[in-house]
C-alpha cells in the first residue's frame, strides 16, 4: 500500500497536481484514467468532478478546459503540457503504474498469492501438517481418500 | 558536443529507479507472503528488469550508430 499510494502521490505531483482527471470529450478522451481508477479512493474525486460542469471547491482533479479565446490560443490542457512538459507525462506514467499494480493488489486480496497451493488439494498420508503460503490445514481438517478393496494404508502416496 | 547533450537527458532516467522498485515489491508481494522471499524475489526482479533495460539500450545505441 504504501509503495502504490507513494507512486501515485509522486506521479500526482510531479505532474503538478493535474495528470489525475477523468475526461470523455472529444479531443480529450483521457485513457490514462483508465488505469488510474484502479488505485481506489485517491483517483475517484475524478469521477465527481466529471460529473459536474462547474469544477467543485479549487478545482481538485478537474479536467482542463478547452476553450480557446482565439483560433491560434493554447487551450487549458495545451498550457499544462507547456508548463509541466516532460513531468506531466511522467507524473502520467506513474499514476497509471500505481493504479495497475493496485489490480495486482486486488487479485492477491481476493485469491491469495500466485502459484500457493489449493485448498481443494488432496490430503497428504504423512502424520506431518501441510504447509501452504496461505490456508494451512491440518490433519483434523483432511478427508481420506477411498481406496480400495486390496489397498492397504500407505499406498496412497505411491500411486 | 551534440554527444554531451544526450548525457544532459540522462537524468530522466532516475525517475525509473522508483517505479522499478515499487513494481518488484508489489508484484514480489503478490508471490509471497514472508518478508524473506518477497525481498529475494524483489531483488531477482529488479536485476532482470535493468537487464533487459540494459540490452533494449545496447540494441538501440547499435541501430542508431548505424544510422
Redesign the interface.
Known amino acids: 500500500m504504501v509503495c502504490i499510494v507513494g507512486t501515485f502521490l509522486f506521479g500526482w505531483d510531479l505532474g503538478g497536481q493535474k495528470v489525475v482527471y477523468a475526461s470523455w470529450r472529444s479531443g480529450d478522451r483521457r485513457w490514462p484514467y483508465l488505469c488510474q481508477f484502479w488505485v481506489g479512493i485517491p483517483a475517484w474525486p475524478a469521477l465527481v468532478q466529471t460529473a459536474f460542469d462547474q469544477p467543485l471547491g479549487d478545482g481538485f482533479m478537474r479536467p482542463p478546459s478547452l476553450a480557446r479565446t482565439g483560433n491560434d490560443a493554447p487551450h487549458e490542457l495545451d498550457m499544462w503540457h507547456q508548463q509541466y512538459h516532460s513531468r506531466f507525462e511522467m507524473g502520467t506514467v506513474f499514476t497509471m503504474i500505481a493504479g495497475l499494480l493496485n489490480i495486482l493488489v486486488i487479485f492477491d486480496a481476493a485469491a491469495g498469492p500466485v502459484g500457493s497451493s489449493p485448498l481443494s488439494s488432496p490430503p497428504q498420508p504423512s502424520g506431518k501438517k501441510r504447509k501452504g503460503s496461505r490456508g494451512d490445514t491440518t490433519d483434523e481438517d483432511a478427508v481420506p481418500e477411498p481406496r480400495g478393496p486390496g489397498q492397504a494404508v500407505g499406498e496412497d502416496a505411491k500411486t | 558536443m551534440n554527444d554531451w547533450l544526450v548525457f544532459a537527458e540522462v537524468y ?1 532516467l532516475w ?1 525509473s529507479l ?2 522499478i522498485v ?2 518488484s ?3 514480489a ?5 514472508d518478508l524473506g522471499p518477497i525481498l529475494k524475489h524483489a531483488t531477482r526482479t529488479i536485476v532482470w528488469i535493468l537487464a533487459f533495460m540494459v540490452i533494449v539500450f545496447v540494441i538501440l545505441y547499435v541501430l542508431s550508430e548505424r544510422l
Open positions: 530522466r525517475y522508483p517505479l515499487t513494481v515489491l508489489v508484484y508481494a503478490t508471490r509471497h507472503e
